[in-house]
C-alpha cells in the first residue's frame, strides 16, 4: 500500500537558520508529490509540487524540494527560515496515471524562535 | 476569484444526530475532494467526486457517511448518527481535470460530537 512517512512530529530552528523537512515514500512507481503548509486556522496551502523533470523544485515563499528517486524521498528545505514559517507541514503523494487522491504524512509541526 | 468555501465553520452536535456539511468549490474545478484530520488518524482521503463519473468512495469510514454532489458544483457530506470518534475538521478540496492538477482546500468545518 502507499504510504508517507514524516519521521520529524516537532522541529525548532531559530529565525534564520535553514531547514529541512523530511519525507518518505512508499509507492511502486514515481508518484506525483507535494508540499502542504497549515498554518493555525487557515487551511493547507500547497508550496510546492513535483510530477517529472528537474528533481530541485522550487515552491513559494522561498521553500525548496529535491525529488530522490534512489532513496523515495521528497525532503522539503528553506536557507533562512522566518517566524512566519511556524506551522504544520504535510507531504503529500497521489499516484502517477491515476487520479488525484491524496495520501498525507502525519505532518511536522514547526515551531520558530527568535 | 473566490476560494473554497465550506460551511458551517464549526459544528457542535449530541450523539446520534445527522449533520450535513457544505463544500462550495473553485467555479469551473470539475473534481472535488472531501477529506478528514483528526488528531488520531492525521489527513483522511473520504471521496472524490469528477464530473458525472461515479464518486470514489473508497475512503468513507462506514455506512454512515455518504456525500453528494448536485450539478457538478456543490457538494454535501451527510453523517448520519454521528459518534464521538467522528469529530475532527472535515476538509474539502477543488481541482480542474487532469491527473496531478493542484489540489486548493477549504478552511474546513470542525465538527464536534458530544
Known amino acids: 500500500a502507499q504510504s508517507v512517512t514524516q519521521p520529524d512530529i516537532h522541529i525548532t530552528v531559530s529565525e534564520g537558520a535553514s531547514l529541512e523537512l523530511r519525507c518518505n515514500y512508499s509507492?511502486?512507481?514515481?508518484?506525483?508529490l507535494f508540499w502542504y503548509v497549515q498554518s493555525p486556522g487557515q487551511g493547507l496551502q500547497l508550496l510546492l509540487k513535483?510530477?517529472?523533470?528537474?528533481?530541485l523544485v522550487q515552491g513559494i515563499k522561498g521553500f525548496e524540494a529535491e525529488f530522490k528517486r534512489s532513496q523515495s524521498s521528497f525532503n522539503l528545505r528553506k536557507p533562512s527560515v522566518h517566524w512566519s514559517d511556524a506551522a504544520e507541514y504535510f507531504c503529500?503523494?497521489?499516484?502517477?496515471?491515476?487520479?488525484?487522491?491524496?495520501?498525507f504524512g502525519a505532518g511536522t509541526r514547526l515551531a520558530v524562535h527568535p | 476569484g473566490a476560494g473554497v468555501s465550506q460551511s458551517p465553520s464549526n459544528k457542535v452536535t449530541e450523539k446520534g444526530k445527522d449533520v450535513e456539511l457544505r463544500c462550495d468549490p473553485i467555479?469551473?474545478?470539475?473534481?472535488l475532494y472531501w477529506y478528514r484530520q483528526s488528531l488520531g488518524q492525521g489527513l483522511e482521503f473520504l471521496i472524490y467526486?469528477?464530473?458525472?463519473?461515479?464518486?470514489?468512495k473508497s475512503g468513507l469510514p462506514s455506512d454512515r457517511f455518504s456525500a453528494e454532489r448536485t450539478g457538478g458544483s456543490v457538494s454535501t457530506l451527510t453523517i448520519q448518527r454521528t459518534q464521538q470518534e467522528d469529530s475532527a475538521v472535515y476538509l474539502c478540496?477543488?481541482?480542474?481535470?487532469?491527473?496531478?492538477?493542484?489540489?486548493?482546500f477549504g478552511p474546513g468545518t470542525r465538527l464536534t460530537v458530544l
Open positions: 478540496a477543488s481541482s480542474q481535470a487532469g491527473v496531478g492538477d493542484t489540489q486548493y
Open positions: 509507492y511502486g512507481a514515481t508518484p506525483y
Open positions: 513535483y510530477f517529472s523533470g528537474d528533481t
Open positions: 503529500a503523494v497521489a499516484p502517477s496515471g491515476g487520479y488525484n487522491k491524496l495520501i
Open positions: 467555479s469551473g474545478h470539475t473534481a
Open positions: 467526486f469528477q464530473g458525472n463519473s461515479a464518486p470514489d
